[in-house]
């Protein structure tokens, strides 16, 4: 058993959280193979290391999965034994050509129960339940859309069309953003239907743009997105001994 199960499993279930996870891309720059999501760490797809540690966190109580088309039902053969030892509910939808697209999708099929809607990126597969309990408890002390950030350590230069720096940004106001991003879920739909352009890649830019506030809470470093083959490396060392 992980360490971050062992916290969440003494705690009693609020269950009152659905997440939406877009996991239909391709994930060119991971290289060729099959689609970013089932690519496997440990002998584990990344989308079942990231839905179970969703499942695990005690505010979650259903999942929504947007797949590739043509992997609805290999998809489901992955994810029903990851969910149900925790009471969680998973449907899958068939993502569309963009994230946004798919995260539409995933919302439409989230039951009217859920006042609380998250969206995590399956490429940030080892978010420990813990990042999911401090988003939730965000929303529900008001927030219309929530992040969790980490500080900027690295020194960020503004560069001109050839390549020459023209500026130092000054980083102690700069905060990289992480998933899984929590809305109230009435927010998160307005903000789809106000914005449908299609060139989002993070939901609470769709709050912002409309006028949204938008808080932050701490991110977790475990949460680190596994975009390149060297990600994968590095993912590599936060898998359990028992992982899978």
Known sequence: MTEDRDVTASTSRCGD?????????RGERLGPGVPKALR???????????????????????VVVAVPPGATESVAELLTPVVSGYGVGLDLVVGGAERQESVARALAAVPDRYPIVLVHDAARAFAPPELVERVAAAVRAGGDAVVPVLPVVDTIKRVDAD???TGTVDRSVLRAVQTPQGFRRAVLAAAHRTDSDGGATD?????????????TVPGAEAALKITRPFD????ALLVEPDAG
């Open 17 to 25: 959280v659905a997440v939406l996870v877009p996991a239909a891309g």
């Open 40 to 62: 496997e760490l440990a002998g584990v797809p990344l989308l079942a290391h990231a839905v179970g540690r969703l499942a695990a966190a005690p505010s979650v109580g259903h």
């Open 163 to 165: 390549g020459a720096v």
């Open 203 to 215: 939901d609470a830019g769709l709050v912002e743009r409309m006028g949204g506030r938008v808080v």
């Open 232 to 235: 994968l490396r590095v993912a």
